[in-house]
């Protein structure tokens, strides 16, 4: 389905919101992809325009408020009025809580979780203009790790459990207005970066994990969203879980 939408993924640089920004601009939308990398950014633009889509590069991390507020600018400057936002960007360190350096938890609240709120902040208004005449979601992905208790993962799945939360929050506040709110929990995902920064046996491990489950591969994800945002204005998906067959 053809969709006129004005969207912005964050964390789009790779994985799962590149994969989402690909595939709302294959469905017509215009698409503001926002990440660190510029470079990384450049290139999903670019295999955005190759395939005839419109993408705008926005530079910027999710931590620093004054970032997203020029992000916001910008967006609100070259493509108007959001009506689209998903709140994807993310990291993920496995530091124990007893031993692990404090500043590993400070880093991971702050992306994940101060992140989504300094976005939201910042698009909400756009998002309420949009709400009052067209479709309009707002789509933050958490993680199946908020729901489980694994050691080395408190700060993680603390901080996805609080995005999830705040995202049921956000959903009793805003639909009133006509904002569809949707917390997506994926489980293990394949064509990520997410476990770049672990120690290389982790990693091993992960990897290890990927394929033999298999894990779900990002396309699979960004098919998830575009459902989410092509149903009829009346209708919300309010929470999604999406995992491998054989993941428990
Ligand atoms: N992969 C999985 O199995 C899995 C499972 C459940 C949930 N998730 C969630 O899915 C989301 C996407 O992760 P992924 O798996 O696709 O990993 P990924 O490939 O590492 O993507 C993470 C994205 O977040 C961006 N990012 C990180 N810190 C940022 C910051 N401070 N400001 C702006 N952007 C920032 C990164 O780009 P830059 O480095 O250029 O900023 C990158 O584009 C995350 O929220 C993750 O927790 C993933």
Same mark, same amino acid.
């Given at each position: ?6 969207a ?30 510029? *470079? +990384? $950014?450049?290139?999903?633009?670019g295999?955005?325009?190759? =395939? /005839?889509?419109?993408? @705008? !590069?926005?530079? %910027? &991390? ?14 609100? *400057? +070259? $493509?108007?009025?959001?009506d689209?936002?998903?709140?994807? =960007? /993310?990291?993920?360190? @496995? !530091?124990p809580? %007893? &031993? ?10 702050d ?8 976005v ?16 309009? &979601? ?56 997410l ?18 489950l ?33 993941e428990?």
């Amino acid at each position: 389905m053809s969709t006129s939408r004005i969207a912005l993924v964050t964390g789009a640089a790779s994985g799962i919101g590149a994969a989402i920004a690909t595939r709302l601009a294959a469905d017509g939308a215009a698409v503001a992809l926002l990440a660190r990398r510029r *470079d +990384r $950014l450049e290139k999903v633009a670019g295999q955005i325009a190759e =395939a /005839g889509g419109t993408a @705008l !590069v926005v530079p %910027a &991390d999710v931590t620093s408020e004054e970032s997203v507020v020029e992000a916001a600018a910008l967006v609100q *400057d +070259r $493509l108007g009025d959001l009506d689209l936002l998903v709140n994807n =960007a /993310g990291v993920m360190q @496995l !530091v124990p809580f %007893a &031993d692990g350096p404090a500043d590993a938890w400070r880093r991971t609240v702050d992306v994940n979780l101060n992140g989504v709120v300094n976005v939201t902040h910042a698009f909400l208004p756009a998002l309420r203009r949009s709400a009052s005449t067209r479709t309009t &979601d707002l789509i933050n992905v958490s993680s199946l790790a908020g729901q489980r208790i694994n050691a080395a993962m408190s700060a993680y799945g603390a901080s996805k459990a609080a995005v999830s939360h705040l995202t049921r929050t956000l959903r009793a506040e805003l639909s009133a207005e006509g904002i569809r709110v949707t917390d997506v929990q994926p489980g293990l995902i394949d064509g990520t970066e997410l476990a770049a920064d672990l120690p290389a046996e982790v990693q091993t491990m992960v990897d290890g994990l990927r394929t033999d489950l298999p894990a779900v591969p990002v396309r699979e994800v960004a098919e998830l969203i575009a459902y989410v945002v092509t149903r009829p204005r009346w209708v919300n998906l309010p929470s999604l879980v999406i995992q491998p067959t054989k993941e428990a």
